[in-house]
């Protein structure tokens, strides 16, 4: 797997003039509740009521490799102890506190930990960490289980991130600076990067040439295009490509363990290693390597925390054209409950795995095929992305060093497209607003990350763990947005 896998870890904390058993009960409830529900989940012994306690608990869950933590405040628990459980601890880590059990146990048992919360908040601040809060963190041992499960995918976006490296070949094409990528950033986040020139992927591909593995990848690649082979001329090339990339970041992983690529695709590398990679881009896509075209960093690390998210394949779109006003009124209109500037057409040339796709050809791309010779764009995967339902996001750091993301949820309709490359018809409520004033507002660049399923629950609070302030989504009707012209 090309991202981490959770291991957490539950540590009760105790204010010493509560009882202890109080919250140590309360603990062993809501593991055994998430055991029922979830699986494993790692229950330390050690209740907390000082920082000797706080100590013992870290060395525990650290000599059990755990690396991901909840802290639970069984009762009101001590707040400098818990929260430097967390500033100590080097993984991500979340709060949250139990409810009262029984009216008919208000005096001994009743545990305050409602209180503890605020006091913890608090200290948090005060020390400059961050743990992840749920938007109630008050519960039951039913509820708390729920909690910790909706965690999970947050510490395993955290983890992985902090051990991932982006590999980028050559800088952007001219007239796509609207993929800035300004690199200080995901130094912040723990994130390494090495940009590599396209002259040094050239010489690797061709050291790659006649490699033994090739035919293996070939029959692969014919397996799983069936009928849709329309171009197998270009698969020996397809397949020297993909190992050329496998093996380069084998290679320069170097002390992490996660990789994405952002890709060139164009001006010179068609008339150059003739053919076009965007077959492969899906295809590392769906083995959890994300390639993003046109030396999109920021939306390969976008792809990438969709794919830890979701623990599925994602892909990476321009949000490209409007859907014609009579295409709309035969296919949409009366059938869905969507506007016409609620749908756009997700667009690109060929990049979306198999797997997502509702049926598919090996062709050559149009738009290159326009001032190229049409043998030096094969190797495009063409056609109409499955219908469900999707989550539309970037992370983006602005020319000037500031991360922004947003979030839409929407769904691609099943509508045919009748057009070329991978593509769908996109519906997402209150589309035309947001793309007015979040997408063009904020200065994002047309391409958006899509995953394939409603994450957005998720993917809102790992920008937030990351310490992203500024996170558009598209906000219903009657929610103005601060630019928005309430005369209009």
Same mark, same amino acid.
């Given at each position: 797997?090309?991202?981490?896998?959770?291991?957490?870890?539950?540590?009760?904390?105790?204010?010493?003039?509560?009882?202890?058993?109080?919250?140590?009960?309360?603990?062993?409830?809501?593991?055994?509740?998430?055991?029922?529900?979830?699986?494993?989940?790692?229950?330390?012994?050690?209740?907390?009521?000082?920082?000797?306690?706080?100590?013992?608990?870290?060395?525990?869950?650290?000599?059990?490799?755990?690396?991901?933590?909840?802290?639970?405040?069984?009762?009101?628990?001590?707040?400098?102890?818990?929260?430097?459980?967390?500033?100590?601890?080097?993984?991500?880590?979340?709060?949250?506190?139990?409810?009262?059990?029984?009216?008919?146990?208000?005096?001994?048992?009743?545990?305050?930990?409602?209180?503890?919360?605020?006091?913890?908040?608090?200290?948090?601040?005060?020390?400059?960490?961050?743990?992840?809060?749920?938007?109630?963190?008050?519960?039951?041992?039913?509820?708390?289980?729920?909690?910790?499960?909706?965690?999970?995918?947050?510490?395993?976006?955290?983890?992985?991130?902090?051990?991932?490296?982006?590999?980028?070949?050559?800088?952007?094409?001219?007239?796509?600076?609207?993929?800035?990528?300004?690199?200080?950033?995901?130094?912040?986040?723990?994130?390494?990067?090495?940009?590599?020139?396209?002259?040094?992927?050239?010489?690797?591909?061709?050291?790659?040439?006649?490699?033994?593995?090739?035919?293996?990848?070939?029959?692969?690649?014919?397996?799983?295009?069936?009928?849709?082979?329309?171009?197998?001329?270009?698969?020996?090339?397809?397949? +020297?490509?993909?190992?050329?990339? /496998?093996?380069? $970041? =084998?290679?320069?992983? !170097?002390?992490? *363990?996660?990789?994405? &690529?952002? %890709?060139?695709?164009?001006?010179?590398?068609?008339?150059?290693?003739?053919?076009?990679?965007?077959?492969?881009?899906?295809?590392?896509?769906?083995?959890?390597?994300?390639?993003?075209?046109?030396?999109?960093?920021?939306?390969?690390?976008?792809?990438?925390?969709?794919?830890?998210?979701?623990?599925?394949?994602?892909?990476?779109?321009?949000?490209?054209?409007?859907?014609?006003?009579?295409?709309?009124?035969?296919?949409?209109?009366?059938?869905?409950?969507?506007?016409?500037?609620?749908?756009?057409?997700?667009?690109?040339?060929?990049?979306?795995?198999?797997?997502?796709?509702?049926?598919?050809?090996?062709?050559? +791309?149009?738009?290159?095929?326009? /001032?190229?010779? $049409? =043998?030096?764009?094969? !190797?495009?995967? *063409?056609?109409?992305? &499955?219908? %469900?339902?999707?989550?539309?996001?970037?992370?983006?750091?602005?020319?000037?060093?500031?991360?922004?993301?947003?979030?839409?949820?929407?769904?691609?309709?099943?509508?045919?497209?009748?057009?070329?490359?991978?593509?769908?018809?996109?519906?997402?409520?209150?589309?035309?607003?947001?793309?007015?004033?979040?997408?063009?507002?904020?200065?994002?660049?047309?391409?958006?990350?899509?995953?394939?399923?409603?994450?957005?629950?998720?993917?809102?609070?790992?920008?937030?763990?990351?310490?992203?302030?500024?996170?558009?989504?598209?906000?219903?009707?009657?929610?103005?947005?601060?630019?928005?012209?309430?005369?209009?």
């Amino acid at each position: 797997m090309n991202y981490a896998k959770e291991k957490i870890a539950i540590v009760a904390v105790s204010r010493d003039c509560f009882p202890m058993t109080l919250s140590e009960t309360r603990r062993k409830a809501v593991v055994a509740a998430y055991q029922k529900k979830y699986g494993e989940i790692y229950e330390c012994p050690v209740c907390i009521e000082n920082e000797k306690d706080m100590l013992k608990a870290l060395a525990d869950v650290n000599a059990h490799e755990c690396n991901a933590l909840v802290v639970y405040l069984g009762n009101f628990g001590p707040e400098s102890s818990e929260t430097l459980l967390v500033k100590n601890f080097n993984g991500p880590a979340m709060l949250i506190a139990a409810a009262e059990d029984s009216g008919n146990d208000m005096l001994d048992g009743r545990g305050d930990a409602y209180c503890g919360v605020l006091n913890a908040s608090y200290n948090l601040a005060l020390r400059n960490l961050y743990a992840y809060i749920p938007e109630y963190p008050v519960g039951d041992p039913e509820d708390c289980a729920d909690m910790i499960n909706d965690f999970r995918p947050i510490a395993r976006a955290i983890i992985s991130l902090r051990k991932l490296k982006v590999f980028s070949f050559g800088p952007r094409p001219q007239d796509f600076l609207a993929c800035n990528a300004p690199i200080k950033r995901l130094y912040d986040l723990g994130i390494e990067i090495q940009e590599n020139s396209e002259l040094d992927l050239f010489e690797s591909f061709n050291n790659h040439k006649g490699d033994a593995r090739i035919p293996a990848i070939v029959k692969e690649m014919e397996s799983e295009l069936g009928c849709g082979n329309k171009k197998p001329e270009v698969l020996e090339s397809l397949a +020297q490509y993909e190992l050329t990339l /496998t093996d380069w $970041v =084998e290679k320069n992983l !170097g002390e992490r *363990e996660y990789a994405v &690529i952002a %890709g060139k695709c164009w001006p010179a590398f068609q008339t150059q290693f003739h053919f076009v990679p965007c077959y492969v881009n899906g295809r590392l896509a769906a083995k959890g390597i994300p390639v993003s075209c046109e030396v999109d960093i920021w939306g390969a690390v976008s792809e990438y925390i969709g794919t830890v998210v979701s623990e599925d394949t994602v892909t990476l779109l321009d949000i490209n054209n409007s859907v014609p006003k009579d295409m709309f009124k035969e296919n949409i209109e009366g059938k869905f409950n969507y506007t016409l500037k609620d749908t756009f057409m997700g667009f690109h040339c060929g990049n979306t795995a198999v797997g997502k796709l509702s049926f598919c050809e090996m062709k050559y +791309q149009k738009i290159m095929a326009r /001032t190229l010779p $049409v =043998e030096f764009t094969n !190797g495009t995967l *063409e056609g109409d992305i &499955i219908p %469900g339902e999707i989550t539309c996001y970037r992370l983006q750091s602005t020319a000037d060093c500031k991360l922004r993301a947003y979030i839409a949820q929407g769904e691609v309709l099943p509508v045919a497209t009748r057009s070329f490359g991978a593509i769908g018809i996109f519906a997402i409520p209150e589309m035309g607003r947001f793309y007015r004033h979040v997408l063009i507002e904020k200065n994002y660049p047309h391409h958006g990350a899509v995953a394939f399923g409603n994450h957005g629950k998720a993917l809102y609070e790992i920008f937030k763990y990351l310490g992203v302030t500024e996170i558009g989504f598209n906000q219903p009707k009657g929610m103005l947005y601060p630019t928005e012209n309430p005369f209009a």
